[in-house]
C-alpha cells in the first residue's frame, strides 16, 4: 500500500522561508515533487524532480528562483525549500509520487499561508 505523508506547512511572512518534505514509502517511485491549490483555482505545478537515473527538475516559472526541490532517495524523501515566500504562494500544498508504472499517488495537503 502506498502511503504518501507531507509536512512543513504554515504560516510565515512574505520574504520569509518554509521547508516542506514528503515521504513515500510502499512502491518503486521514478519521480515525485508538489502541486498547490489556492482557493478557487485549479491545481497547479510547483515542482517535480525525478527519483531515479539522472536527475532532472521542472519548476513552474512562477517559482524558479525562489524554491528549490531536492530529494533523499535513500528515504523516499522529496523537500520543497520555499524563499522570498510571496503572498500569491498561499495555498495547500499537494505532495505528488509517481511510481515506475506511471500510477500517480497524492497526499493530503499542508497549508502554506504567507502574510503580507
Known amino acids: 500500500q502506498v502511503q504518501v505523508v507531507e509536512s512543513g506547512g504554515g504560516l510565515v511572512q512574505a520574504g520569509g522561508s518554509l521547508r516542506l518534505s514528503c515521504a513515500a514509502s510502499?512502491?518503486?517511485?521514478?519521480?515525485m515533487g508538489w502541486y498547490r491549490q489556492a482557493p478557487g483555482k485549479q491545481r497547479e505545478l510547483v515542482a517535480m524532480?525525478?527519483?531515479?537515473?539522472?536527475?532532472?527538475?521542472n519548476y513552474a516559472d512562477s517559482v524558479k528562483g525562489r524554491f528549490t526541490v531536492s530529494r533523499d532517495n535513500a528515504k523516499n524523501t522529496v523537500y520543497l525549500q520555499m524563499d522570498s515566500l510571496k503572498s500569491e504562494d498561499t495555498a495547500v500544498y499537494y505532495c505528488?509520487?509517481?511510481?515506475?508504472?506511471?500510477?500517480?499517488?497524492w497526499g493530503q495537503g499542508t497549508q502554506v499561508t504567507v502574510s503580507s
Open positions: 510502499g512502491s518503486i517511485f521514478s519521480a
Open positions: 524532480i525525478t527519483t531515479s537515473g539522472i536527475t532532472s527538475t
Open positions: 505528488k509520487t509517481v511510481d515506475r508504472w506511471r500510477t500517480s499517488y
